[in-house]
């Protein structure tokens, strides 16, 4: 497959003196809000936008070719299935466009349909089929060229939660599997992170920070935390082993509980949009549920930016302006916070097999509760930051 390699990119209005390498097989996440220049920096790779500097395919300059000639894949937001054809004739269209013959055209399309499990949909047109089997089929469509290079424009945007969720998991297992070169676009923190070799954050033309997904989270530059979040940091001071899928953590006199992923927890991260703050204590289970006080509040045009000491911590709560106001709140005001368990991040350390210093807490389940028949204590001087 190809690297991509952009230089010293300019458009007329949005990019400004882009320079990236993306290698070989890599899934490169473009993160960045609306107007940033994502899908302008996709159509710049796939001979769609006029700009000035050099794109080059494995060390070749492909600034001539004509956009059919960069052998680029390209699945737009709006996925633009003819809804006049089936499925089988959306897949295919590229094909015949190319003369192939009718053999050759069936089998190619019948080898897309086997490998998305989209059988059942050939002869359906797209007003009968659903967001995630839009998905699908645009997406067959758009590897049955057999592209060196896929560029996805925020292609799970218009889906729900758990589709999208299912989805990604699809895509980035197909595209390791393939192993091609693959530029994903979103604005969404948390889709990137899931799906990311690398995180690429654009702002305003301009390419702001590029790491890992645990580097962005975890410390993104002051120039773009403002529009990806700067997340709540937790230290882990100690923690425990409660049975072989949970674990609870100490961190600055609050316990948290938190999938166990094999090894010892050094942070734990989340985005003040995904804690719940209530002036009430929530009813349910009293699981990652925290009693805070509230120091401090910053009301924005929507929002309102709430400081909760709990325990140690100082943790930020986003919630809607309207919202807060019906709460009433003052300084001082007892409040309850939710940390979502399915949002919270994790900096871990060595495993626990390669992690001397660390204990293992065996635990039994007896009657329903925990019962822990060890120490318990994961480090004896716990972990620091």
């Given at each position: 497959?190809?690297?991509?390699?952009?230089k010293?990119?300019?458009?007329?209005?949005?990019?400004r003196?882009?320079?990236?390498?993306?290698?070989?097989?890599?899934?490169?996440?473009?993160?960045?809000p609306?107007?940033?220049?994502?899908t302008?920096l996709?159509?710049v790779?796939?001979?769609?936008?006029d700009?000035?500097?050099s794109?080059?395919?494995?060390?070749?300059?492909?600034?001539?070719?004509?956009?059919?000639?960069r052998k680029?894949?390209?699945?737009f937001?709006d996925l633009?299935?003819?809804?006049?054809l089936?499925?089988?004739?959306?897949?295919?269209?590229?094909?015949?466009?190319?003369?192939?013959s009718?053999r050759?055209?069936?089998?190619?399309?019948?080898e897309?349909?086997e490998?998305?499990?989209?059988?059942?949909?050939?002869?359906r047109?797209?007003?009968s089929?659903?967001?995630?089997?839009k998905?699908?089929v645009?997406l067959a469509?758009?590897?049955?060229?057999s592209?060196?290079?896929?560029?996805?424009?925020e292609p799970?945007?218009s889906?729900d939660?758990?589709?999208?969720?299912?989805?990604?998991?699809?895509?980035?297992?197909?595209?390791?599997?393939?192993?091609?070169?693959?530029?994903?676009?979103?604005?969404?923190?948390?889709?990137?992170e899931?799906?990311?070799?690398?995180?690429?954050?654009?702002?305003?033309?301009?390419?702001?920070?590029?790491g890992?997904?645990?580097?962005?989270?975890?410390?993104?530059?002051?120039?773009?935390?403002?529009?990806?979040?700067?997340?709540?940091i937790?230290h882990?001071?100690?923690?425990?082993?409660l049975?072989?899928?949970?674990?609870?953590?100490?961190c600055?006199?609050?316990?948290?509980?938190i999938?166990?992923?094999?090894?010892?927890?050094?942070?734990?991260?989340?985005l003040?949009?995904d804690?719940y703050?209530?002036a009430?204590?929530p009813?349910?289970p009293d699981i990652?549920?925290?009693?805070?006080?509230?120091i401090?509040?910053?009301?924005a045009?929507?929002?309102?930016?709430?400081?909760v000491?709990a325990?140690?911590?100082y943790?930020?709560?986003?919630l809607?302006?309207?919202?807060?106001?019906?709460?009433?709140?003052?300084?001082?005001?007892?409040?309850w916070l939710?940390?979502?368990?399915?949002?919270?991040?994790?900096?871990?350390?060595?495993?626990?097999s390669?992690a001397a210093?660390?204990?293992?807490l065996?635990?039994?389940?007896?009657?329903?509760?925990?019962e822990?028949?060890?120490?318990?204590?994961?480090?004896?001087h716990?972990f620091?930051?």
């Open positions: 497959m190809s690297t991509i390699e952009l010293e990119i300019y458009t007329t209005y949005s990019l003196n882009i320079n990236l390498t993306i290698g070989s097989g890599e899934l490169l996440v473009l993160l960045g609306t107007g940033a220049g994502k302008t996709l159509n790779i796939a001979g769609l936008e700009y000035r500097g794109v080059l395919f494995n060390g070749r300059a492909v600034d001539g070719l004509a956009p059919g000639e680029v894949g390209y699945l937001q633009n299935l003819f809804p006049h089936n499925v089988f004739s959306n897949i295919a269209f590229g094909l015949k466009m190319q003369g192939l009718k050759q055209i069936q089998d190619k399309v019948e897309m349909l490998l998305f499990k989209i059988e059942s949909l050939r002869d047109f797209p007003n089929l659903s967001g995630g089997e998905q699908r645009a469509r758009a590897l049955i060229n592209p060196h290079i896929l560029l996805l424009d799970m945007s889906l939660y758990r589709t999208s969720k299912y989805l990604r998991i699809e895509l980035r297992a197909l595209q390791k599997k393939l192993g091609i070169t693959t530029i994903y676009v979103t604005h969404n923190l948390y889709e990137a899931e799906l990311a070799d690398r995180i690429a954050v654009i702002s305003k033309g301009r390419l702001e920070q590029i890992s997904p645990e580097d962005v989270f975890f410390h993104p530059r002051s120039t773009i935390s403002s529009f990806i979040g700067a997340p709540n937790l882990c001071e100690d923690c425990q082993l049975n072989p899928s949970l674990m609870e953590v100490e600055g006199g609050i316990s948290l509980i999938p166990n992923e094999g090894r010892p927890v050094k942070k734990l991260a989340i003040p949009e804690i703050l209530s009430t204590k009813p349910g990652n549920r925290i009693k805070g006080t509230l401090k509040y910053e009301e045009a929507h929002t309102v930016c709430c400081t000491q325990g140690k911590n943790l930020k709560a986003e809607p302006r309207e919202i807060f106001k019906t709460m009433g709140l003052n300084i001082g005001a007892a409040v939710i940390l979502n368990l399915r949002k919270l991040k994790v900096v871990a350390g060595e495993s626990y390669n210093p660390f204990s293992i065996k635990t039994e389940v007896k009657e329903g509760k925990y822990k028949n060890s120490s318990g204590k994961c480090g004896r716990g620091g930051a």
